[in-house]
């Protein structure tokens, strides 16, 4: 994967905690630095860490699936993609909850980052063997996700319900075209 395509990558899964951010903000009403970095702190923990075990799992027995793993790197992204946008079509209040409190704040973190454990996975099959090269690309996602989240919980309170992107879509339309791109050069380019 190009650098180009980790950055997109990381913004496509950071998309949910912008999502849950942008309602932190509306339901707060106010500024709150504390709680607006220990959630993005949180968010970022897990779509870093999540990576690291699906890739560390999938790493462990790749070999044995090296003929498949463009088509298994490529449904994952395209199922996670697909996801993204069937909510980013759902009408639901996705929201009930108190972000000032820890254990709401690091379950959503963990629901959040569901979807960064399946990306790990598929980074094993693309190539990604070593530590090192997994190295980057974790930090990206962490990073990312927590510069996102600040920005989604600012956006919330300056913008409230009236902010009414659906960022969960072209998140989801990301992963489905670097999944296409990951099995066209597979299919056709090796």
């Known amino acids: 994967m190009t650098t180009l395509e980790i950055w997109l990558l990381a913004i496509s ?3 949910d905690c912008f999502t849950v951010s942008i309602t932190s903000g509306i339901i707060m009403r106010r500024i709150c630095w504390r709680t607006f970095f220990v959630m993005a702190f949180f968010f970022g923990l897990f779509q870093a860490v999540m990576p690291l075990i699906g890739w560390f799992a999938a790493s462990r027995f ?13 449904g994952l992204l395209a199922f996670l993609g697909g996801r993204m946008i069937k909510e980013s079509f759902s009408n639901e209040d996705k929201c009930c909850f108190d972000p000032t409190r ?3 704040v690091v379950t959503l973190a963990i629901a959040t980052s569901i979807d960064a454990l399946a990306i790990g996975i598929s980074f094993a099959f693309v190539g990604m063997n070593s530590f090192t090269s997994i190295l980057s690309p974790i930090v990206i996602i962490g990073f990312t996700s927590f ?12 913008c409230g319900k009236r902010f009414n992107l659906r960022m969960e879509l072209w998140g989801g339309l990301v992963l489905i075209i670097i999944g296409v791109k990951i099995l066209t050069e597979h299919l056709f380019l090796s």
């Open 13 to 15: 899964l950071a998309m």
């Open 62 to 74: 790749s070999h044995l699936i090296e003929n498949y793993d463009h088509w298994i790197a490529f």
């Open 102 to 104: 820890l254990k709401v």
């Open 147 to 158: 510069v996102i989240s600040t920005l989604g919980s600012l956006i919330g309170v300056f």
